[in-house]
Every structure is written in structure tokens, then in C-alpha cells.
């Protein structure tokens, strides 16, 4: 139906919005690629201000200041974090297309986050960088013992035999938080 005649759409200008809907589809939510759930937010994030692109939300989940230290970790490293905001909603950040003037970032909630807790996440995030388990305890500020207690949780959670197949695991499954990640980039 067309909206500006209330009528509906001829045959050659239905093939031409058909051709067009991958180019339309690219300006509401940019970055996304094949497979990727919809976003609820796209944001470009620079170092002077964050402009949001599309939003379905009344809310950004991330703070301002948050926003900017995801757009520098993704842009760092990783590509995907996920994060419970204060109601208890968890999201998946992605970064996609990383400009040298900041990086468009894509939020989706997630409607199941999977067996994990957030602090075993912030563990699992750490240990798929490689960090032993003195070091994760340094970083986020509790025990060893702690840390060895969530890596041991996060195999079984996971099924993963030892600490190479779940940090294969946590980095073919975007397994981080911004917790891990900003620990990671101090």
C-alpha cells in the first residue's frame, strides 16, 4: 500500500522496493549482517559524543561513559560483550564497522543469556584473553580461590573439558562484559 495515495503499490515499484530492501534495511540498523538478531539500538560512538542511529528503547542500557569504554575495548580487541543492566535485562553489545573517528555499536537484549552469572562471565571473558587465575583475581578484585571456584563452575555450565576449550567456547560465543573488557584494556 502505498503511503501517500492510500493505494496499493503497481508491479514496477513493488520490484523496485523488493530490489531496495537490502539497502533500506542497512540504514535502519547498519553493521548488521546475516544472521544477527535485530537490533534495539545502533549507536555511533566517537570520542566526542555518542549519536544514537535507531533506538526502540526508551533507555540506552549503558551509560554514557559506558558506551565510550565499550567503543574502545571493541575497538582494542573483541568485537562482543554481553551486559545486565539495572533492571536485570541482559544485552549483547556488539561493534561493528570500527572507524578511526569511533565505532558503530549494536545492541540487542538477549531473551535467554545463558547458565552463566555475571561474575563468572567477567571470568570466563578473562581467562579466553589468556590470563591465569592470579592475574583475574588482581583484576577484579577477588580471591584466587574465587576465580578457581567460577572457572571450575563456568567448564561444567559449559560441558568444556579444560580452560582452552572454554576459552575457545566464551570467544566463538561473545562469552565477555564490559567488566572484563575494561579490565582488560587498563
Request: aromatic share 2%; proline share 6%; charged share 25%.
Amino acid at each position: 500500500m502505498s503511503s501517500t495515495h492510500d493505494r496499493p503499490l503497481d508491479d514496477g515499484s513493488f520490484l523496485a522496493l523488493t530490489m531496495l530492501s537490502h539497502d533500506l534495511a542497512a540504514l535502519a540498523d547498519p553493521g548488521a549482517e546475516p544472521g544477527d538478531p535485530a537490533a534495539d539500538a545502533v549507536l555511533h560512538v566517537s570520542p566526542a559524543k555518542v549519536d544514537v542511529r535507531s533506538a526502540v528503547v526508551e533507555r540506552l542500557p549503558l551509560s554514557e561513559h559506558e558506551l565510550r569504554l565499550a567503543a574502545r575495548c571493541a575497538a582494542a580487541e573483541r568485537t562482543g560483550f554481553r551486559h545486565r543492566d539495572a533492571d536485570g535485562v541482559w544485552w549483547q553489545v556488539r561493534a561493528r564497522a570500527r572507524r578511526p573517528d569511533g565505532a558503530l555499536l549494536r545492541l540487542s537484549r538477549l531473551p535467554d543469556p545463558g547458565p552463566l552469572t555475571g561474575r563468572e562471565l567477567d571470568v570466563v571473558g578473562l581467562v579466553a584473553r589468556g590470563w591465569s587465575n592470579e592475574r583475574i583475581s588482581a583484576a577484579l578484585g577477588i580471591a584466587v580461590r574465587t576465580v578457581r571456584s567460577h572457572v571450575e563452575s563456568s567448564l561444567v555450565k559449559l560441558d568444556c573439558p579444560n580452560r582452552t576449550a572454554l576459552a575457545r567456547h566464551a570467544l566463538e560465543h561473545d562469552l565477555d562484559t564490559l567488566s572484563a573488557s575494561e579490565a582488560a584494556h587498563r
